[in-house]
């Protein structure tokens, strides 16, 4: 060993050792922050399926590819990230020796070329997505950056050390070819051949330029050591865990749907034992979230992908889904050196730790943990009330997200502290949970209007008990029989299952509200009490039969989502479709026959309920194709015209999360947003799947003043004027008003 190679080895270890020592203490700091969650026992289920799509997931950058350059380039880096780590551990052997090289495999050509083509495509990758961070910058003059807010340096760092590393590892290999110690041949290697050519013949060149690898690559390591919210880096070791503890194990997506029970302790909230004393009641403290919620908050990457497909923050409101999980991930690292010495509120408000436990306390850490969850900026609150109220839990931060945090739970959670406990929410929405309290429909309607909707139906719509045999049991929902276009497509339906043959019958007075806009809005009690009673109905509805019997056909995708999701976590298992499933199947089986062609163009509003929530998206797109074909043979969604934002990526109405029954007076109206993006389209028929959606899109296009070129109709509704073109005008005519 040269006196060169002498000091380089010092130095590597010396750097190396404080760098270890550094990472090891973040990593037990993240830990214990990790640990202060809650406990969340349905996290651990299921290892095999776990570890099938964590790794299915990560190898096939499954969320990333679908923004095709950024998923590509990103999975190269990864690679390369992983074959960096091979490189950066055989600099270890370079700066004791310039001959030396990784045991085993170093002296393999085979080895040389794979590295040497990883190394060449990650440079190349690293390079687009630097490029692609400058040209999304948010400082960049005009439109909107999905950067906004992200730690702009933090990237850049991140980017720029891989850069280095890589460009390092050819620089190594050049200086090994110029002193004619390199093991492989040019066909292997010819970038490293190319670097050596212009290379001094410098012996120490290889032991200095590992040393100077090593460098750099623990310079990564301390700084992030040093900064353990730095999610652009530290995702790369968490992402692997918070895709392996999803929720749902087996999903791609996972987080949508159901969402998840009200739990205290890690238990599910039981309503009759329940004491807000003794029980937590949604999410107060930042502590309070599940572990996996911490975990969740640590994994974020900042990539803001999330935030570019947000409804709200696309129309001008406070939230951003990428800046709540950064407000709660910054917040809970500030606050863990008070709660790690003990400190915390119980849930009667008293502070658990001793004076002497706090004694020595950072004062900045006491003085985040006096900061409120939710409370405007002058309170000094985390998360502003507009933000938390603004959205709409339409799900596209979750579908969006590569690392699959669970945004709608983590909101929804922090809902039902302020509603169940600080009675805190928009007052406006006040009106519809007593509705539902008092009448078990948001509107307030009599129970005894329920059935409204058959009148003047050619036909006897049954009910339950007056009927045994019925295949269906047609869940009408609030909407469809109290609201006077919702009430349109619920006779649509009807008529279409008589046409087509099929046995249904309807609860009618029996029915009440799915409790969807209460769970939404956070009342996990009226959702309760709701869907229990709901539960109990269905169950004597169905009894005896198995549960591929237990049919249920939903018009609404809120219903539709409740009944089949959520319901279960009471005792509630049911075959629940949505109409267009029904329809989709009745028309592919020639049971109702499309005649009438639809002209003027027709394009298709996917519901966030059905679609990204349920994956639903095929069956309207068939419905509406075989009715715009008109029996002209043609199938699949032929003819369709699609919004640019459609099937996953496509945006919310604007009503889901309650927000129905909320004012929206910040920003652009969202509803507006999706009706200009349908018009832009031409169509003359904006179809939709869900009331919620047609009465904001309808209310949207009349808004406009355009109610005479663009019709908002239900696909039921579309179908029924092909399959029954005689009848259709006449029985939207005949609806009457609404209860
Ligand atoms: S659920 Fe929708 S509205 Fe809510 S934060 Fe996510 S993207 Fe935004
Ligand atoms: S998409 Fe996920 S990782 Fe990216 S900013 Fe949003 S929450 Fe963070």
């Not at 120490?204 to 623990?218: C, H, P, T």
């Not at 998840?260 to 034992?273: A, V």
């Not at 049954?462 to 497509?489: I, M, N, S």
Request: aromatic share 8%; hydrophobic share 45%.
């Amino acid at each position: 060993m040269g006196s060169v190679q002498i000091v380089t080895t010092i130095l590597a270890f010396a750097i190396t050792a404080v760098a270890v020592w550094l990472a090891v203490r973040a990593v037990m700091k993240m830990v214990a922050v990790i640990r202060l969650g809650q406990p969340d026992p349905t996290r651990f289920g299921d290892p095999g399926t776990r570890t099938k799509t964590m790794l299915a997931e990560t190898a096939g950058h499954t969320r990333m590819l679908r923004w095709s350059v950024v998923g590509a380039a990103h999975w190269f880096v990864m690679v390369g990230f992983i074959v960096l780590s091979l490189l950066v551990l055989e600099a270890y052997f370079e700066v004791v020796s310039p001959t030396g090289g990784l045991p085993l495999v170093g002296n393999w050509a085979i080895y040389g070329l794979v590295t040497e083509w990883l190394a060449i495509l990650g440079i190349v990758s690293i390079l687009v997505l630097i490029a692609i961070r400058l040209r999304n910058r948010p400082t960049r003059p005009g439109g909107k950056s999905r950067f906004t807010g992200s730690t702009m340096w933090q990237g850049y760092f991140v980017e720029g050390i891989i850069l280095a590393v890589l460009i390092m590892g050819f620089v190594i290999r050049g200086f090994k070819v110029a002193t004619d110690h390199f093991e492989y041949p040019v066909w292997a290697a010819p970038l490293s051949h190319a670097v050596g050519g212009v290379l001094p013949n410098w012996a120490a060149g290889v032991s200095v330029a590992a040393l100077v690898k090593i460098v750099i690559s623990m310079t990564w390591l301390i700084v992030i050591s040093l900064n353990v919210t730095m999610g652009v880096a530290w995702h790369r070791f968490l992402a692997f865990f918070n895709i392996f503890f999803k929720r749902d194990p087996g999903a791609n997506v996972s987080g949508l749907g159901a969402l998840r029970p009200m739990t205290s302790q890690g238990k599910p909230l039981d309503f009759e034992e329940a004491d807000p004393e003794k029980d937590q009641f949604g999410v107060a403290q930042v502590e309070q979230f599940t572990w996996k919620g911490l975990l969740d908050f640590s994994t974020c990457t900042e990539c803001g992908r999330c935030q570019s497909q947000c409804p709200a923050w696309n129309t001008g409101k406070p939230l951003s889904p990428k800046l709540l999980v950064l407000s709660l991930r910054d917040h809970a690292y500030a606050k863990a050196p008070y709660l790690l010495a003990g400190g915390g509120k119980d849930l009667t408000g008293e502070e658990k730790a001793t004076a002497a436990q706090l004694a020595h306390m950072d004062v900045l850490a006491l003085a985040e943990a006096e900061k409120p969850l939710i409370g405007t900026a002058e309170e000094g609150g985390i998360i502003d009330p507009d933000v938390l109220w603004s959205c709409t839990t339409c799900g596209a931060c979750v579908e969006q997200c590569p690392v699959d945090i669970e945004h709608v739970d983590h909101i929804v959670d922090m809902r039902r502290y302020q509603v169940l406990i600080e009675s805190s929410f928009p007052s406006e929405a006040g009106v519809m949970l007593r509705n539902l309290e008092n009448k078990g429909n948001p509107w307030g309607a009599p129970q005894n209007t329920r059935e409204d909707w058959t009148k003047g139906l050619d036909f006897e719509v049954p009910r339950v008990g007056e009927v045994d045999d019925f295949e269906y049991l047609f869940w009408v929902g609030c909407a469809g029989a109290f609201e006077d276009r919702a009430k349109k497509t619920t006779r649509a339906v009807a008529t279409l299952l008589n046409e087509a043959g099929v046995k249904f019958a309807i609860l009618g007075e029996g029915e009440t509200c799915s409790g969807d806009p209460a769970r939404r809005i956070g009342n996990e009690f009226v959702f309760q009490m709701l869907a229990q009673q709901n539960v109990e109905t269905l169950n004597e509805a169905f009894e005896g039969r198995e549960k591929s019997k237990r049919k249920i056909v939903a018009t609404c995708p809120h219903c539709f989502n409740t009944l089949g999701n959520e319901y279960g976590q009471l005792g509630g298992e049911f075959e629940v479709v949505h109409h267009t499933q029904l329809l989709a199947h009745l028309v592919a089986t020639g049971k109702l026959t499309p005649v009438q062609p639809v002209d003027g163009g027709v394009t298709y509003h996917d519901p966030c309920y059905l679609g990204r929530h349920n994956r639903v998206f095929a069956p309207p797109r068939e419905v509406l194709g075989s009715a715009i074909a008109g029996g002209d043979g043609a199938s699949g969604d032929g003819g369709l015209i699609e919004m640019p934002r459609n099937s996953e990526r496509s945006f919310c109405c604007g009503a889901g999360g309650a927000r129905m029954w909320m004012e929206e007076k910040i920003g652009k109206r969202i509803n507006v947003d999706r009706v200009e993006e349908a018009m832009s389209t031409g169509a003359k028929t904006v179809a939709v799947g869900c009331p919620f959606c047609s009465t904001m899109l309808n209310d949207g296009v009349n808004g406009k003043g355009a109610g005479e070129q663009v019709e908002v109709v239900d696909v039921a509704s579309v179908l029924l004027r092909s399959v029954k073109p005689e009848q259709a005008p006449g029985d939207t005519e005949r609806a009457p008003a609404a209860g």
